[in-house]
């Protein structure tokens, strides 16, 4: 049976509201740290207040003395636990072993030493205080550029070197291209460090089965297949002894994508303890010791023809990783990809693009929301904007010069990166028209003319979302991050329950998902529960990251749909006694074509399941259906954003007036969740743009571990927006479905960048650095009008 066979009402790219909404909304949802066990334990770390330093000595006696303190362990007492690895295939790549408490040295301030366990969590922070330990300070590779160079302090000394990973990536002849170019623009750009600063922090509780030996590890994490499998090596369990909830995550952003020390160590410690134990950051642990994003140095150079065409791209990134390899990403995960995205969704023929990640004494840089795109479009945008000021063209008029034409699909770019087909044209020309481009421009003018600094920004980018088996963050990584598996059951009432590999963390799954089962199988929209965020729903599944959900989840669902309706249509053949062509299934129900003679998904259930003597014996199958999706390689996902602002020429403030995104992200499941990612992106994108940033410094000690000091942009900073969908179906994936997560931090921060950029266009002032704090601001205008007086 194909599509047009089923007669249905269409419940994909349907405004339905959030079917989580309601527990989430009342106080009604079940996060980590409501987790009630009986004799629960709780846990504390004595972390490190040195960057960088040799532990001389652990003195735990008044510590494992203090009231209610159930145990102390240190590294020594967890010496069983095997060593994880990040791996890679990557030539010269240096895996960091991973571990639950440092052992012999600190590599960056706030780095667990100690773990106390306790019967509550004040009594172990109070017995924290008392462990004594004695540090010898070492020399501080606390600057990536500095600590790349040879004869700089090694953080890890066994791998002989700062740069954990080096690579490079080019295509034609970039030096004679620049050498015969008209027009060359380039500079040094960075965007600093930042973090994900989800709503909810990292939690975990392990709750351990004695009589089995069992654990059953409870985490606030995007990742739970990942860490099932990663703790079944550290720990040596076979994984029926060993599962992992991800329950209702409170946000992850990337920050809760990866292996966290204190996973492995909660879990070691309800075994070695034969207790349940609980850990849940506090804020501070969070700014300190959660994975963070960024910290990158681009040089940069474009070089155009006299009509604006480009040529060559080349680059040189030095990427800041922190002090550890992440597992199990590698710290390829971010820089790799600056260079990899670069040249965006432009023709460049020439490029070359090189690129090291340093390590740091500071926490390891990991996922984040758009995973080094933010930086790649950021660099690009304001080289095309650089460009364009110095040709007198048009920031659009650059960019439909240069943007891949719709004949020209697929197009690889310079670092081997294949774009399928996707909207760069169009999302260009969609976002220029809801925001009314010429009429803006016309309004920058007259105000322009009355004193005001009133700036514009475009922002285009491409990202692969979707990824499928061939395509891996970095090769021989230790997990297959190209499929997803639905499993799909009707049960004897008619109720439906479709499992996935998943886990949501506020991206709406539980009802997109339902929206694409309820479609392809027919069935009513509340009909259908979805089971993610466990890593026993499936045998084999990883997470929700790299904005794959949809594409893969999506696919798996509708493989395994299609598998079961047959089962379900094949029953109601014998229960209507009519041939399976000339039924069609919709709104829970199988009807014969052109009668009124139907029968429901719970008469078919209880026929299977209890009636059985109303169907021969072949037709008493379980309705149940398990099918894997694979892309492959994935698809391509682009956008266009525009951005408009006005900075007060006496106090500096920058005031966001309007944002419009048009973005091509396929096949939208449900418009209302997509405006509502988009939206929640690009206020992260503005907060990168203007506000935040993790502050390090010279010894390596942060200076931004509260949200006094590390600012994020609230309700009153986002500007009204405006969504366009060009909605053109991708060719590579089932469904036409494009990832869409992330797009909206990957284009705000350029359009922004750009927009102030234009509105300070008066005074000469590049924006090559972000975030625009005011302090930035105020010395870049103090500066540049010092400059303009002599």
């Not at 949802?29 to 709780?42: C, F, I, M, P």
């Not at 600190?106 to 924290?128: F, N, P, Q, T, W």
């Not at 300070?137 to 080096?166: K, S």
């Not at 359009?751 to 010395?779: C, H, Q, Y």
Request: with cysteine; glycine share 8%; net charge negative.
């Amino acid at each position: 049976m194909t599509d047009v066979d089923i007669a249905r009402p269409k419940i994909i790219g349907a405004r339905i509201k959030r079917t989580e909404d309601p527990r989430l909304l009342t106080g009604l949802g079940s996060y980590t740290d409501d987790r009630q066990v009986a004799r629960l334990l709780h846990i504390a770390f004595r972390r490190s207040e040195h960057a960088h330093a040799r532990i001389v000595s652990v003195d735990c006696t008044a510590a494992r003395a203090a009231p209610g303190v159930i145990a102390v362990l240190t590294a020594d007492d967890l010496k069983t636990i095997k060593p994880l690895l990040a791996t890679s295939r990557m030539k010269g790549y240096y895996a960091t072993p991973i571990l639950p408490l440092a052992r012999d040295k600190v590599r960056h301030v706030g780095e667990a030493i100690v773990g106390i366990v306790a019967e509550s969590r004040y009594l172990a922070e109070d017995a924290a205080e008392l462990v004594d330990i004695d540090f010898e300070p070492l020399e501080l590779p606390a600057d990536a550029m500095a600590a790349r160079r040879d004869g700089a302090p090694l953080l890890h000394e066994e791998a002989g070197t700062n740069v954990l990973v080096a690579r490079e990536f080019k295509r034609g002849d970039v030096d004679a291209a620049f050498a015969g170019a008209a027009v060359k623009v380039g500079g040094r750009f960075r965007m600093r460090r930042h973090t994900a600063l989800a709503i909810e922090p990292r939690a975990c509780v392990a709750e351990y089965e004695p009589g089995r030996d069992a654990l059953t590890l409870h985490s606030a994490t995007q990742v739970p297949g990942i860490i099932r499998d990663a703790l079944a090596d550290a720990l040596d369990l076979p994984g029926h002894r060993l599962r992992v909830v991800a329950p209702d995550v409170g946000g992850g952003f990337g920050g809760k994508g990866s292996l966290y020390p204190e996973e492995i160590f909660v879990c070691a410690a309800a075994r070695h303890l034969a207790r349940s134990v609980k850990w849940t950051s506090d804020r501070m642990e969070d700014l300190a010791a959660t994975s963070q994003a960024f910290d990158e140095i681009v040089d940069a150079e474009l070089a155009l023809d006299r009509d604006g065409k480009m040529l060559a791209l080349r680059a040189d990134v030095v990427g800041d990783v922190g002090a550890y390899s992440i597992y199990p990403w590698t710290a390829a995960l971010e820089p790799v990809q600056v260079v990899s995205f670069l040249p965006g969704p432009y023709r460049v023929e020439h490029y070359r693009g090189r690129v090291e990640a340093v390590a740091t004494c500071k926490p390891p840089t990991g996922p984040y929301r758009g995973v080094g795109r933010p930086v790649s479009t950021f660099v690009m945008e304001r080289l095309v904007d650089t460009a364009a000021a110095r040709l007198r063209l048009d920031p659009k008029e650059i960019r439909l010069r240069n943007l891949v034409q719709p004949d020209e699909f697929p197009h690889k770019i310079g670092s081997g990166i294949v774009w399928d087909k996707s909207g760069f044209v169009e999302g260009l020309n969609a976002a220029c028209e809801t925001i009314g481009y010429a009429a803006l421009r016309q309004k920058q003018a007259e105000a322009r003319a009355r004193g005001k600094w009133f700036g514009i920004g475009i922002a285009c980018y491409a990202e692969l979302t979707g990824i499928g088996s061939r395509i891996s963050v970095a090769p021989g990584m230790p997990i297959n991050t190209g499929t997803e598996t639905a499993t799909i059951r009707i049960d004897s009432t008619g109720a439906i329950t479709a499992a996935f590999g998943i886990a949501s963390h506020g991206q709406g799954l539980e009802t997109t998902l339902a929206q694409v089962v309820a479609e392809h199988l027919g069935a009513r929209f509340e009909d259908v529960r979805i089971v993610q965020g466990d890593s026993a729903a499936v045998p084999g599944g990883t997470g929700t990251y790299a904005s794959r959900s949809m594409v893969l989840a999506g696919g798996a669902a509708r493989l395994a749909s299609e598998t079961l309706r047959e089962k379900v249509v094949n029953v109601a053949s014998h229960l209507l006694e009519a041939a399976p062509v000339d039924l069609v299934t919709a709104d829970g129900r199988i009807t014969v074509s052109g009668t009124d003679r139907s029968v429901s998904f719970r008469d078919v259930a209880r026929a299977v399941y209890s009636e059985m003597a109303r169907l021969p014996q072949e037709a008493r199958e379980e309705l149940a259906a398990t099918r894997s999706y694979d892309p492959v390689f994935g698809t391509t996902t682009s956008a266009t954003h525009i951005a408009a602002l006005e900075i007060d020429p006496e106090t500096y403030q920058i005031q966001m007036e309007r944002f419009v995104v048009a973005e091509d992200c396929g096949r939208v499941v449900n418009p209302l969740i997509v405006d509502g990612q988009v939206h929640g992106g690009v206020a992260q994108g503005i907060g990168a743009a203007l506000y935040e940033e993790i502050v390090y410094d010279a010894q390596g000690q942060l200076h931004t571990a509260s949200l006094v000091d590390y600012l994020v942009p609230s309700a009153c900073e986002i500007p009204p927006m405006d969504v366009a969908h060009i909605e053109a179906l991708s060719p590579s994936t089932l469904g036409g479905y494009r990832g869409m997560g992330e797009g909206g931090t990957i284009g705000a921060p350029a359009a922004v960048a750009n927009a102030v950029a234009d509105a300070l266009i008066s005074l000469g002032i590049e924006i090559n650095e972000l975030p625009v704090t005011p302090e930035r601001l105020f010395r870049l205008i103090e500066a540049a009008r010092a400059t303009k007086k002599e």
